[in-house]
């Protein structure tokens, strides 16, 4: 019986690599017309896939609307497949909720179209995040296929399999065995046939021993569809008795797959194998300048604009929906496949940062508006005061640090109720009023204005996790505060937990709590790099070297808050000298030590990790991905006889995390939280934690790399130069350790803790610029809102909030993503006053109204609030 070939034509298109987002699209506009023409004019290509995301047909829309209308025919018709993603990204590199968001977007885009392709669809992204089989099908979307991260010996001589996510959800799942491209050169010669068609066919055959169907990709990189493959098939079926083509698409050839056939293989969680096919594990460090920008966008949308814009819809002030749907946009652009990766040309990466640049001004601008649309609505007139907000439901505040404008020196906050707010100053600094042109009959006249001063505070608070807002008055107050002890020459800082001191150009930690002394517990580690921007890959005589010698710069001493500056040369690994500085920051009653160095890099072709003494010995780590964390060996399977195993890549044991990452000792415990940082390993030692600050490379490619055996990855027949990816500028890392105890809901708690869920407003007219939108004149509403309002709060802090946000049809409905890292079912329920609560699924579709919320270990929820006057019921 002759087996089934399903051939998909498609093309895989890359947004951007070594050539920029211009001359991607310049192609786009040339052969997607000519694709259109072609599947109109020969009924018989039957289908083509255009790489399973929208954005490109978006783009090539924005500058020819007029063939929106043939578009819409052959999606419906289910001869041109999009979707479901918007931009094809690294899912490995980006926050968990810009994956779901990445596909919200694609799947409406291509459903406004005609469909969007029921496939999570993976051709060539570099590792597979662990929950995306339960984010996929949460979506709606049935079956995934996907290209790298897979031992051959998981697969089980079957091609097919159930590829399950840490919460136990199953995906039907295809592996491109042979790449995405295996059928990109399809020919109907005998000597095509014998030579290259049928061995790989024989391969796949040999792979599929449950399933008769054979899946054949046929395509590429920016491809022109070949016209000739209906004729090509009809001849191949002719000339051979083996198989019988058929011109097909990724939906049909998973159906016929998975009809009637008992696949049983299952291959759990997070996929990054580098067997077949290269995964490029040190990627996560690669133009950390990148990935630092595209984490700022991300907080800025998920924790301060998205919910200030929840807020804002509460008292019937309008959500800017397309504003931020265009900065999602931005960023999901930014976030590409290579794209966040930093594996580019300069011109490429240069234009990546000016977008994420972009983002960033829009998200502060928006925010600005909302947080002084909602101040005024709010505000009693004639008052000095600010209002804070609470972005957050799973963080609790405590400390936080503040900027007030005023006209005295000294003033005291209280709230409406007359009751003080605890805050110490950090700094008062007298600020020029400078003048203003005001208008007279004699013509305009310049007019000085007063000084006035900036104050820079740190709040004590006490407030439970909430969504909501609470307001201060703002007073003169005739007594001098007390001041900082600035400059004290004092190299000492200390909380309830830990004393840290500079002893001997050297930092050294007394764990109060754990009675345990860490000396040289910070150091940095610049090692060589003789890889591309692809690949770290150490020199064939490795050459590394240990720096420590720190020096007093300065320190403040507070009642809540304690902060040591330190000024250091870092020595490279050919004794060049990067100047540095760290400062350490401790708050009362916190077991956290945060941590900022900043870096002037002038060196190249190095690796810079700062190594974090645990004072563990670990049989593993952990670090987050998703909703919940993912143990880590300390080696990878393979890690020894790799080369003769035929991996294309060197298994490594460094890893990625999208927060946070600890190891433990029985009840002993060193965790580390981040900002932006992607990357760890752990050291000989078992006892040194390995941050990767970052890699300074200047090639995109490059041949033959020790860990990397064969071509250059990229581009590979031509050296391409990246000079501006040796990363010579200044650059911050910002990181928090701590070394106690804490549960894996106390993790979450002070994550979100560290990264201050909380954002300021003051109602004032002495200085403009702080907040940009201040200079400009809006409609604002007078609508005496109350002064103080918590919209809600979750009862079960074992229960997570990943965001809160207006919702994609209705502003006014609120939707919350929440999940549950813990190995019980928890329970919990939300103290609102503002509707029903529906349970929903990712695409924010209704599916029952709740009371409580159930959440099954590892796993997560969605749920909308619809305000009881407009129940969709």
Not at 57 to 66: D, H
Not at 552 to 571: A, F, P, R, V
Not at 602 to 616: E, P, W, Y
Request: charge should be negative; hydrophobic fraction near 35%; charged fraction near 20%.
């Amino acid at each position: 019986m002759k087996r089934p070939v399903h051939v998909v034509a498609h093309s895989h298109w890359d947004r951007e690599w070594y050539f920029t987002l211009e001359d991607s699209n310049l192609i786009l506009y040339r052969n997607l017309p000519y694709l259109l023409d072609l599947l109109e004019s020969d009924p018989k290509f039957s289908s083509y896939t255009f790489d399973g995301q929208s954005s490109v047909i978006e783009e090539f829309l924005y500058l020819y609307p007029q063939e929106r209308s043939r578009i819409e025919a052959l999606v419906k018709a289910k001869r041109l497949f999009i979707g479901p993603w918007y931009t094809q990204c690294d899912t490995l590199l980006v926050h968990t909720e810009s994956l779901i968001r990445n596909l919200l977007h694609g799947k409406r885009i291509a459903n406004h179209l005609g469909h969007s392709m029921n496939i999570g669809y993976l051709p060539d992204v570099f590792g597979q995040h662990a929950y995306l089989p339960a984010i996929f099908l949460e979506m709606e979307i049935d079956w995934a296929i996907l290209q790298r991260g897979i031992r051959t010996a998981d697969l089980a001589k079957n091609l097919h399999f159930y590829w399950q996510s840490p919460d136990a959800q199953r995906i039907p799942t295809n592996n491109l065995f042979l790449g995405y491209g295996a059928g990109k050169f399809l020919q109907s010669t005998p000597s095509y046939y014998q030579e290259t068609l049928r061995p790989m066919l024989q391969k796949l055959q040999e792979m599929n021993q449950d399933t008769p169907a054979l899946l054949l990709p046929a395509g590429g990189d920016q491809v022109l569809a070949r016209a000739h493959f209906p004729q090509t098939i009809e001849k191949l079926n002719s000339m051979q008795e083996e198989y019988t083509f058929i011109l097909s698409d990724y939906e049909t050839f998973m159906q016929e797959s998975w009809r009637n056939n008992p696949i049983t293989n299952i291959i759990h969680g997070e996929l990054t194998a580098s067997q077949r096919s290269r995964i490029h594990t040190t990627i996560k460090s690669q133009r950390y300048d990148i990935k630092y920008k595209s984490y700022q966008v991300e907080q800025l949308l998920l924790h301060q604009l998205e919910p200030l814009g929840v807020i804002a819809s509460t008292i019937q002030i309008d959500y800017p929906k397309t504003l931020i749907d265009q900065i999602w946009r931005k960023l999901f652009d930014a976030q590409s496949h290579d794209s966040l990766g930093g594996c580019n040309s300069d011109e490429t990466n240069d234009q990546i940062i000016h977008r994420l640049d972009q983002a960033k001004r829009l998200c502060d601008g928006a925010i600005n508006l909302l947080k002084k649309e909602i101040s005024h609505a709010i505000s009693p007139p004639n008052q000095q005061m600010f209002l804070l907000f609470f972005t957050h439901a799973s963080a609790s505040a405590q400390h936080h640090k503040l900027t007030l404008f005023s006209e005295h020196r000294h003033i005291h906050i209280k709230d409406l109720q007359q009751h003080p707010l605890s805050f110490e100053t950090i700094q008062v600094k007298e600020i020029s009023g400078g003048s203003k042109i005001v208008s007279t009959a004699q013509g305009d006249q310049q007019v000085h204005l007063p000084p006035y001063y900036r104050h820079t505070l740190l709040l004590k608070l006490d407030y439970p996790s909430q969504i909501g807002y609470t307001s201060y008055l703002i007073e003169q107050n005739t007594q001098p505060r007390a001041t900082p002890l600035a400059n004290n020459s004092k190299p000492i800082i200390e909380n309830t937990y830990y004393r840290i001191e500079l002893q001997n150009h050297s930092l050294s930690l007394f764990d109060k709590k754990n009675h345990q002394h860490l000396s040289n517990f910070i150091h940095f580690q610049d090692e060589e790099d003789t890889g591309d921007s692809y690949d770290f890959a150490p020199a064939n005589s490795p050459k590394s070297t240990l720096s420590q010698d720190y020096h007093y710069q300065q320190s403040i001493h507070l009642k809540e808050m304690q902060s040591l500056t330190l000024c250091h040369t870092i020595q490279t690994f050919d004794n060049q000298s990067i100047q540095a500085s760290t400062t350490l920051t401790l708050y009362a009653d916190n077991p956290l030590l945060e941590i900022t160095h900043t870096i002037d890099n002038t060196a190249s072709n190095h690796r810079l990790r700062a190594i974090i003494h645990s004072n563990l010995t670990a049989t593993a780590s952990y670090s987050d991905q998703g909703f919940s964390f993912l143990e880590r060996p300390l080696t990878q399977i393979d890690q020894e006889n790799w080369q003769a195993l035929g991996y294309v890549e060197a298994p490594q044991a460094i890893y990625g995390l999208e927060n946070m990452l600890y190891v433990q000792q029985e009840k002993n415990m060193c965790s580390i939280f981040t900002q932006g940082i992607k990357e760890y390993s752990l050291l000989e030692d078992k006892q040194s934690i390995a941050l990767t600050l970052f890699r300074s490379v200047g090639l995109l490619g490059k041949d033959d790399l020790s860990i990397r055996p064969g071509r250059a990855s990229g581009i590979n027949n031509t050296v391409v130069y990246t000079p501006h990816a040796q990363l010579h500028q200044r650059m911050e890392f910002h990181y928090a350790v701590s070394w106690q105890h804490h549960s894996i809901r106390d993790l979450y708690t002070n994550l979100h803790r560290y990264r201050q869920p909380l954002t300021s407003y003051q109602i004032q007219t002495l200085n403009s610029l702080k907040e940009r939108i201040d200079r400009f004149e809006i409609p604002l509403k007078e609508s005496n809102q109350p002064n103080k309002r918590t919209l809600l709060t979750l009862h079960n802090n074992a229960i997570i909030m990943n965001l809160c946000k207006p919702s994609e049809e209705n502003p006014q409905d609120i939707v919350i993503r929440l999940f549950n890292p813990t190995a019980q079912t928890q329970i919990t329920s939300i103290d609102h006053s503002l509707g029903k609560i529906y349970l929903c699924n990712l695409l924010e579709k209704e599916l029952r109204e709740i009371e409580q919320i159930e959440i099954s270990p590892f796993s997560f929820c969605t749920i909308k609030i619809i305000p009881k006057e407009s129940h969709h019921d």
